[in-house]
């Protein structure tokens, strides 16, 4: 979708991007890392066209047309309603009127955001404004996504909202680039992750190796520092976020993981996935990613899995004398609890001690069970 090489970009001697180089595949998604000042802005204006470059060349495989670029700013006409801000590009290109208001409409229904159709922006929260930009993106029938910081100005509450939208994108097979200080979001969301230093990229990694098998002590200071301000514990709630976040799971976790599972919930798990399952389980296979279940019984699915590949899915009966355990599972510094209400929620909590109790746990039912 995306190759870029050797691109320079000067504002003087030291500031600016320097021979940058990279691809972009279809449907990849990318973070780019570092400290402020590291040119990742700048790299995303270049990319964008907005910055001219120096030296090098940018080309992408379809039309450049269909790159959206979006900033912290709220880059919105204030002057048009959520909808007409939505539709008013694709009208003017000559998309039949009705057609593209219908779209705009399925997609702010879709993301919470149907209410404020007829609102003038000036008059939505900032994240709000936020996640209409990124919808007028995606309404611009954009194949890349550009985000620079977007929820830099936000807080934390409102900055959920954007970031829930954009994991609930990242189902749709959109490329995209993004800039992030929210480290536990880019662990969800990034195939690769660029780290940049004084406009120079010092490493481009998949995003399991990158936070997983760092070995740069700098870059490892870094991760930690930010680390530390990610909350613990965040939800994910409803259908699209529990897609979204099996399936960036599958993204982060490193080849040869091991989940580990306790009072699931058998074949009930697998129906909020709908489609996206078979994606989620293609990608599982392929990394080699073992199940370690302990379970009151098995699905259908479950048992066909058993039987098709042993190795990556384990399963032991709960022993009769335990009663509801917490339905849990377990994955390096994390635990997700899965509660099937109304609508299926997700609430993780990213802790190392937390998680290695819960996983000393499992390994006491693993024992007792047959």
């Known amino acids: 979708m995306l190759n870029v090489v050797n691109v320079t970009k000067r504002y003087c001697e030291t500031k600016g991007i320097f021979n940058i180089s990279f691809k972009v595949g279809e449907g990849e998604i990318i973070c780019l890392l570092g400290k402020s000042g590291s040119g990742k802005s700048t790299l995303l204006k270049t990319l964008a066209r907005i910055e001219e470059i120096n030296e090098g060349s940018i080309t992408y495989t379809n039309d450049e047309g269909h790159v959206g670029y979006v900033a912290?700013?709220?880059?919105?006409?204030?002057?048009?309603?959520?909808?007409?801000?939505?539709?008013?590009?694709?009208?003017?290109?000559?998309?039949?009127?009705?057609?593209?208001?219908?779209?705009?409409?399925?997609?702010?229904?879709?993301?919470?955001?149907?209410?404020?159709?007829?609102?003038?922006?000036?008059?939505?929260?900032?994240?709000?404004?936020?996640?209409?930009?990124?919808?007028?993106?995606?309404?611009?029938?954009?194949?890349?996504?550009?985000?620079?910081?977007?929820?830099?100005?936000?807080?934390?509450?409102?900055t959920k909202s954007v970031l829930d939208l954009i994991r609930a994108l990242s189902k749709d097979g959109y490329t995209m680039v993004i800039s992030t200080h929210h480290m536990s979001f880019?662990?969800?969301?990034?195939?690769?992750?660029?780290?940049?230093?004084?406009?120079?990229?010092?490493?481009?990694?998949?995003?399991?190796?990158?936070?997983?098998?760092?070995?740069?002590?700098?870059?490892?200071?870094?991760?930690?520092?930010?680390?530390?301000?990610?909350?613990?514990?965040?939800?994910?709630?409803?259908?699209?976020?529990?897609?979204?976040?099996?399936?960036?799971?599958?993204?982060?976790?490193?080849c040869g993981s091991t989940i580990y599972i306790a009072g699931a919930v058998g074949d009930r798990w697998y129906a909020p996935m709908g489609d996206f399952y078979e994606q989620y389980e293609e990608t599982r296979l392929k990394k080699g990613i073992t199940w370690k279940m302990v379970m009151y019984e098995q699905g259908e699915i479950d048992l066909r899995l058993m039987k098709d590949y042993p190795k990556y899915n384990q399963f032991r009966k709960m022993p009769e004398d335990v009663q509801n355990p917490a339905n849990y599972n377990v994955c390096g510094d994390t635990v997700i609890t899965q509660i099937f209400d109304e609508e299926p929620t997700i609430i993780q909590i990213k802790n190392q001690k937390i998680a290695d109790t819960y996983k000393r746990f499992f390994e006491e039912l693993w024992r007792s069970a047959k």
């Open 72 to 158: 912290q700013e709220y880059t919105l006409w204030p002057h048009l309603n959520v909808l007409d801000n939505l539709t008013l590009a694709p009208t003017v290109r000559g998309a039949h009127k009705k057609k593209v208001q219908q779209e705009a409409l399925r997609l702010l229904e879709r993301f919470d955001l149907v209410e404020y159709a007829q609102t003038p922006v000036q008059e939505l929260s900032g994240g709000q404004r936020q996640r209409v930009a990124i919808l007028r993106a995606v309404m611009n029938k954009s194949k890349v996504l550009l985000l620079d910081e977007i929820t830099s100005a936000l807080d934390p509450e409102l």
């Open 186 to 254: 880019a662990l969800s969301i990034a195939d690769r992750i660029m780290f940049l230093k004084d406009g120079r990229v010092i490493q481009d990694r998949a995003s399991a190796e990158f936070f997983f098998a760092q070995e740069d002590p700098e870059i490892k200071s870094f991760i930690l520092d930010i680390a530390k301000k990610d909350e613990e514990i965040e939800v994910f709630r409803g259908k699209e976020q529990y897609q979204a976040y099996h399936l960036g799971l599958m993204r982060r976790l490193p």
